[in-house]
């Protein structure tokens, strides 16, 4: 098993603590069956699944909160801008 360190916290974390924990518990449980084979193309690929099955969801969770604040200030903006408009009628 492997012992997470809480303290690495990375700006690229947007997963909770339980999610990254499993996530690099797979990857070390991976990379110790390959430990007599050469770590290859196919290991690097299952490694990369396993980010993409655990974190992937909580990366697009983060990406449409970050889209939906970026179009409700837009639109914040237009509605000022036609409200100044409408006043100048």
């Known amino acids: 098993m492997f012992c997470y360190n809480e303290r690495m916290k990375r700006k690229w974390?947007?997963?909770?603590?339980?999610?990254?924990?499993?996530?690099?518990?797979?990857?070390?449980?991976?990379?110790?069956?390959?430990?007599?084979?050469?770590?290859?193309?196919?290991?690097?690929?299952?490694?990369?699944?396993?980010?993409?099955?655990n974190i992937g969801p909580d990366i697009y969770n983060l990406a449409i909160k970050d889209a939906k604040k970026l179009l409700q200030d837009r639109f914040a903006d237009i509605e000022v801008d036609l409200d100044v408009l409408h006043h100048r009628a």
């Open 13 to 53: 974390d947007v997963s909770s603590k339980e999610v990254r924990q499993k996530c690099v518990g797979e990857i070390i449980n991976r990379i110790d069956e390959q430990q007599d084979l050469e770590f290859g193309l196919l290991a690097a690929e299952e490694i990369m699944d396993i980010v993409a099955q």
